[in-house]
């Protein structure tokens, strides 16, 4: 499986972005899927998670109200809708997939994008 995540970009405190992230060469419909995002010289951390049927959403608690995780396994993408952004969310974003396992563990992953970049400026 491919991952390819798009839509990060520089925004101001309060802010919205959207990103994307389209898989290929593989069953997209499924496999659960993950956000993760990596702040510098911090470790990857989990962001949100949905599972391959939709049924089942994560958060973590730093973004849960303002963080959104869908999916069309129609169009095999998944996406992190971002609102009311803050700097502390500013990291390299990465979407992953996996087969099962613990959500919030980067381990449990197989799968993973090369990572889009968010700025969010004060």
């Known amino acids: 499986v491919q991952l390819v995540e798009s839509g990060g970009g520089l925004v101001q405190s309060g802010g919205s972005l959207r990103l994307s992230c389209e898989a290929s060469?593989?069953?997209?419909?499924?496999?659960?899927m993950g956000w993760f995002r990596q702040a510098p010289g911090k470790e990857r951390e989990f962001v949100a998670g949905v599972t391959w049927d939709a049924v089942n959403i994560y958060y973590a608690d730093s973004v849960k109200g303002r963080f959104t995780i869908s999916r069309d396994n129609g169009k095999n993408t998944a996406y992190l809708q971002m609102n009311s952004l803050k700097p502390e969310d500013t990291a390299v974003y990465y979407c992953?997939?996996?087969?099962?396992?613990?959500?919030?563990?980067?381990?449990?992953?197989?799968?993973w994008g090369q990572g889009t970049q968010v700025t969010v400026s004060s």
């Open positions: 060469g593989g069953s997209f419909s499924k496999n659960n």
């Open positions: 992953a997939a996996q087969n099962s396992g613990n959500f919030y563990s980067p381990s449990s992953y197989n799968y």
